[in-house]
């Protein structure tokens, strides 16, 4: 799906605000959202997303 590796900010932002459902499921404790898990995922995902980009 993300053989790329190399988005910019807003794309990565896209995928992101796109997936948010999908994340806030996953970072669901005992039925209520935890914030610090959610934003382990999405920094997780901004880190892979952008690992090649050229700097």
């Known amino acids: 799906m993300f053989r790329n590796f190399s988005?910019?900010?807003e794309?990565?932002?896209q995928i992101i605000n796109q997936y948010e459902p999908l994340i806030n499921k996953?970072?669901?404790i005992n039925?209520?959202?935890n914030?610090?898990?959610k934003?382990?995922?999405?920094?997780?995902?901004y880190v892979k997303l952008t690992?090649?980009?050229?700097r």
């Open 7 to 9: 988005l910019t900010d």
């Open 51 to 54: 690992q090649n980009r050229e």
């Open 31 to 33: 039925g209520e959202i």
């Open 35 to 37: 914030e610090d898990l």
């Open 39 to 45: 934003q382990e995922i999405i920094i997780c995902w």
């Open 11 to 13: 794309e990565v932002l």
């Open 26 to 28: 996953y970072s669901e």
